[in-house]
C-alpha cells in the first residue's frame, strides 16, 4: 500500500523542479551568450535599419496565380471588407432570452423561496455531522 506524500515531501519536490529548472535556464543563458558573443562581425551580420533585398525575380520562377484571376479575387475580398464594415454590429442582448428571463424570473423566486432554505439547512446539518462526527 503506497501512502500519501507528506506537505515536507511536496515541498521538497517542488524546490527540486525549481533548482532542475534553473539549472537549465542557466545552462541555455550561457550558451546564448556563446552564441552572441560569436557572432563573426562585417557583412555578415544583417543591420535592422538597411531595407531587406527581394531575390531576383529570375530564381521566383513562374506566378502561381494568374495576374487576371489574382486581381479578381483581390477585388472579390476588398468587396467583403466594404461590405463587413458597413454591416451593423449585432445587438448585445437577445430579445428572446430577456423575455424568456422574465418570465422566469418569478417561478424561479417562488421556487427558490420554497426550496433553498431547506436544501441549506440539510446541507450544514450534513456537513456538520460530517465535522464533528454526529447526527444532529
Do not use: F, Y
Request: proline fraction near 10%.
Amino acid at each position: 500500500m503506497q501512502r500519501e506524500p507528506s506537505m515536507e515531501d511536496i515541498l521538497a519536490s517542488i524546490k527540486k523542479v525549481i533548482a532542475e529548472e534553473k539549472e537549465l535556464r542557466t545552462a541555455v543563458d550561457a550558451v546564448e551568450e556563446s552564441s552572441i558573443e560569436a557572432a563573426p562581425e562585417g557583412d555578415d551580420v544583417l543591420e535592422l535599419d538597411e531595407p531587406i533585398e527581394a531575390p531576383p525575380a529570375a530564381n521566383l520562377g513562374p506566378p502561381l496565380l494568374d495576374e487576371d484571376r489574382a486581381e479578381t479575387t483581390r477585388h472579390s475580398l476588398e468587396e467583403l471588407s466594404t461590405l463587413a464594415a458597413t454591416v451593423p454590429s449585432p445587438p448585445a442582448v437577445n430579445p428572446l432570452e430577456d423575455m424568456v428571463r422574465e418570465m422566469l424570473r418569478p417561478i424561479l423566486k417562488e421556487w427558490l423561496d420554497e426550496h433553498l432554505p431547506n436544501i441549506v439547512n440539510e446541507h450544514v446539518k450534513r456537513e456538520i455531522s460530517r465535522i464533528t462526527g454526529r447526527k444532529l
